[in-house]
């Protein structure tokens, strides 16, 4: 018997157009005043526009902090809180990517809390309740909607995370619309994300069990059989669909089931040279795959055959389709080709070591010479 526990987002929605629906549920969990975090790209793109006519068809006074930037600094969290107590808010509601949903979560947490953001970094310090809070993803990737953690940029290179039980949102509403117009580019690297989100909760050293590995593998199975329609036909709803809802269920897994090397070795390509984290697990995936094989061969070998249905389920074959598929969804495969310097190596090794609550997740101990070689072996 495996004894584990399971947590995530209290209430889905998964339905085309459902964003014309948030009025009403935002009324059921009791907001009036909502505030509606975004980026100035979804705002420009007009995406709001379904969820701002229902919320005020239903009479909510919603107000829009736009300013919402990717792997958002600290000070933006501090803006879209004073934006929050200005508005007088007494409610959230998250629209866009990872960083719109994260900075969401921060400002339903910190409006009633005592302390501040700074005190609140870390597993299990976040003191008091939160705001009513809804998550609709843009993007297919992050799973942020159904995770308890948000990461915050706090420095020229580095970034912390807070990870808290209150961070689960009421409710999560996947609308495949308003991912339609997402850039082929943005496409793969964020739907490759959610696919290592699979992957390494599945090979997940801690709290891995039956509920995650299921939904690991079942977000694994729609992630890889619609990532290239999507990349390849934008309009294609049923594809986008099943993006937005793979990357959700990857999102419960590993909130529940944590990410290990690959995200570990990933962080430091984003802080440094400013790679789009989908693109920063794309590039190092293949290469701790195969230095993980010693220990996670039978796991990987279990994986296979639902990314590749008719062929081998060999883990060297999974792998090299993995490898190959970055370059065919238009997306650079090597470090060289995304500008990172040869030289720059020793330093990312180095600053992934840090993240050692990610590595200990890892089925393979990670040394900081291992890290180098994976680099290497990418590069």
Not at 24 to 38: I, N, W
Not at 52 to 66: D, F, I, K, P
Not at 251 to 273: D, E
């Amino acid at each position: 018997m495996t004894a584990f526990q399971f947590s995530t987002t209290r209430s889905l929605l998964c339905e085309p157009g459902a964003s014309r629906q948030i009025g009403e549920r935002a009324l059921a969990l009791g907001m009036a005043r909502p505030l509606l975090v975004t980026d100035a790209g979804v705002l420009a793109a007009g995406i709001l526009e379904a969820a701002l006519e229902s919320l005020r068809s239903a009479g909510q006074t919603v107000a829009v902090y736009s300013d919402v930037v990717a792997d958002p600094p600290d000070h933006i969290i501090g803006d879209a809180l004073s934006a929050a107590r200005t508005h007088q808010c007494d409610g959230v509601i998250g629209l866009g990517g990872g960083s719109a949903m994260d900075t969401a979560k921060l400002v339903a947490l910190l409006i009633r809390s005592p302390q501040s953001l700074s005190n609140a970094y870390g597993v299990g310090n976040a003191k008091g309740d939160r705001l009513p809070l809804i998550q609709v993803p843009t993007t297919a990737g992050t799973g942020s909607e159904v995770t308890p953690i948000a990461i915050v940029t706090t420095g020229e290179t580095t970034k912390a995370g807070v990870v808290a039980p209150q961070l689960l949102p009421d409710l999560a509403v996947l609308d495949a619309e308003l991912t339609v117009g997402l850039p082929p580019a943005v496409t793969a690297a964020t739907g490759i994300d959610a696919m290592v989100h699979a992957i390494e909760a599945y090979t997940s050293r801690h709290r891995k069990n039956p509920y995650s590995d299921m939904l690991a593998r079942e977000a694994l199975r729609l992630l890889s059989g619609a990532i290239e329609t999507a990349v390849k036909q934008g309009q294609n709803i049923a594809a986008r669909n099943d993006m937005l809802l793979g990357a959700m269920l990857a999102g419960q897994a590993f909130a529940n089931a944590p990410v290990a090397a690959v995200h570990a070795l990933a962080y430091p390509l984003g802080g440094i040279y400013h790679l789009p984290h989908g693109l920063s697990n794309a590039l190092v995936l293949p290469h701790v795959m195969r230095f993980n094989q010693p220990e996670a061969d039978h796991l990987y070998r279990e994986l296979a055959p639902l990314v590749l249905p008719d062929q081998s389920t060999s883990t060297d074959d999974l792998i090299e389709f993995l490898a190959d598929q970055t370059a065919e969804l238009g997306l650079p495969d090597r470090l060289r080709d995304a500008d990172i310097p040869r030289d720059a190596i020793s330093r990312l090794a180095q600053d992934a070591m840090q993240q050692q609550r990610l590595l200990v997740n890892n089925p393979r101990e990670v040394t900081e010479a291992d890290a180098r070689a994976i680099y290497e072996a990418a590069w």
